[in-house]
């Protein structure tokens, strides 16, 4: 079976050697030598302040936390977006409103966002979707002149780079994750990046049950800690994430050439894009049949595709409509991509959405 994506792996001796340390110091966990290493080279790759956690929802549910918003405060999200979004914002007590997506990008819309404000609105939450970054210019000239906070879900964003630099660097806080999935990991794992430290120092409290350096409790805080074998796989990795990206890159192009005159259409990226990370595969059929037809049709052959984001989630957590929204994820399909993908594989693929669309 082809999956979707197939997580990077350093070389296993190399894996071995690197957490080999671990049973003489014994220091598993609680700021080690690894996870302070790793947070400084993702620091100085992106240019900001960086505080890793055990994964990128609990990245999510510390953003929110930050900002000590009143419970029951209205959140503008995306109904475009992994469940882990809405789901942050629902635990912690916040209400999720729903603004419309651009069905080209699709990223959340700012002129539904200006829509949706209310005198409970507290905070934009935009995801830049598949790891295109969304008009954050716009996002937050909304957010400054209705005083809203931005949080960023930049989950797919690892190596995202807007008009040269990380898109990281965006938002009050933007949150990552470093799950196996995402083109750049620690098995599980995520990270919050901002360009304000005393943020970022109440991130670090509230990542470790909110105990400040004298160990005082100072707010009440979550365990949150990413631990040194994830730290320890995510220096690896970062070894060789960069091959990873330029492979990616290739399989990626040649999609887009086998699939070129066929009706499919591919997401459109933000002209700001000055790097992209080739994360994910998504392409939309005409309609909801030729998607599902394709999604069987490859799943018979040994392929996994993924159906992503689906269902929109303002139909799971509201009753807003949200057109848009509801019409790309009916039709979108993500392809397997990843580095070690092998050619032969794109050109089956490609063959089988051929003859599935040809058949009509
Ligand atoms: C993967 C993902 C998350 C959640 O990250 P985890 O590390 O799996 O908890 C949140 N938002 C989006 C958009 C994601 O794709």
């Given at each position: 079976m082809i999956n979707v994506t197939r997580s990077m792996m350093p070389e296993f001796e190399k894996y071995v050697d690197k957490i080999k340390k671990l049973w003489e110091t014994r220091w598993l966990t609680n700021n080690g030598d690894y996870l302070l290493e790793l947070e400084k080279k993702l620091s100085e790759r992106f240019n900001t302040n960086c505080v890793l956690v055990s994964n990128g929802t609990l990245a999510l549910i510390i953003a929110l936390e930050l900002?000590?918003?009143?419970?029951?405060?209205?959140?503008?999200?995306?109904?475009?977006?992994?469940?882990?979004?809405?789901?942050?914002?629902?635990?912690?007590?916040?209400?999720?409103?729903?603004?419309?997506?651009?069905?080209?990008?699709?990223?959340?819309?700012?002129?539904?966002?200006?829509?949706k404000i209310t005198d409970r609105t507290v905070a934009i939450m935009p995801v830049h979707v598949f790891g295109?970054?969304?008009?954050?210019?716009?996002?937050?000239?909304?957010?400054?002149?209705?005083?809203l906070k931005v949080i960023y879900d930049a989950a797919h964003c690892f190596d995202v780079f807007h008009k040269g630099q990380s898109v990281y660097k965006y938002g009050d806080v933007s949150v990552?994750?470093?799950?196996?999935?995402?083109?750049?990991?620690t098995i599980e794992g995520g990270a919050i990046f901002s360009e304000d430290p005393h943020l970022i120092e109440k991130a670090r409290r509230l990542r470790n049950f909110g105990f400040n350096e004298q160990i005082e409790i100072v707010h009440p805080g979550i365990n949150a800690k990413m631990n040194e074998f994830?730290?320890?796989?995510?220096?690896?990795?970062?070894?060789?994430?960069?091959?990873?990206?330029?492979?990616?890159?290739?399989?990626?192009?040649?999609?887009?050439?086998?699939?070129?005159?066929?009706?499919?259409?591919?997401?459109?990226?933000?002209?700001?894009?000055t790097k992209y990370n080739y994360i994910y595969m998504p392409v939309l059929?005409?309609?909801?049949?030729?998607?599902?037809?394709?999604?069987?049709?490859?799943?018979?052959?040994?392929?996994?595709?993924?159906?992503?984001?689906?269902?929109?989630?303002?139909?799971?957590?509201?009753?807003?409509?949200?057109?848009?929204?509801?019409?790309?994820s009916s039709r979108i399909l993500?392809?397997?991509?990843?580095?070690?993908?092998?050619?032969?594989?794109?050109?089956?693929?490609?063959?089988?959405?051929?003859?599935?669309?040809r058949r009509g």
């Open positions: 900002f000590d918003f009143p419970k029951g405060s209205e959140i503008i999200v995306t109904p475009f977006t992994f469940a882990a979004t809405v789901e942050a914002i629902i635990w912690q007590g916040y209400k999720p409103v729903f603004a419309d997506i651009d069905p080209e990008t699709f990223n959340i819309l700012p002129e539904e966002i200006e829509k295109n970054p969304c008009a954050v210019e716009e996002v937050e000239k909304i957010a400054k002149s209705n005083n990552a994750s470093f799950h196996a999935t995402k083109v750049f990991h994830q730290a320890a796989m995510g220096l690896l990795n970062l070894e060789i994430v960069d091959e990873e990206i330029e492979k990616r890159k290739k399989n990626y192009e040649m999609y887009k050439e086998l699939l070129e005159g066929t009706g499919v259409v591919f997401q459109k990226l933000n002209p700001g894009l059929f005409k309609d909801t049949i030729t998607r599902n037809r394709v999604y069987e049709e490859l799943k018979a052959n040994g392929y996994n595709p993924r159906k992503y984001f689906y269902p929109s989630l303002n139909k799971v957590f509201s009753n807003e409509g949200c057109p848009n929204s509801e019409n790309v993500h392809l397997p991509l990843y580095g070690e993908l092998e050619t032969k594989h794109i050109e089956t693929i490609c063959q089988i959405i051929k003859d599935v669309i």
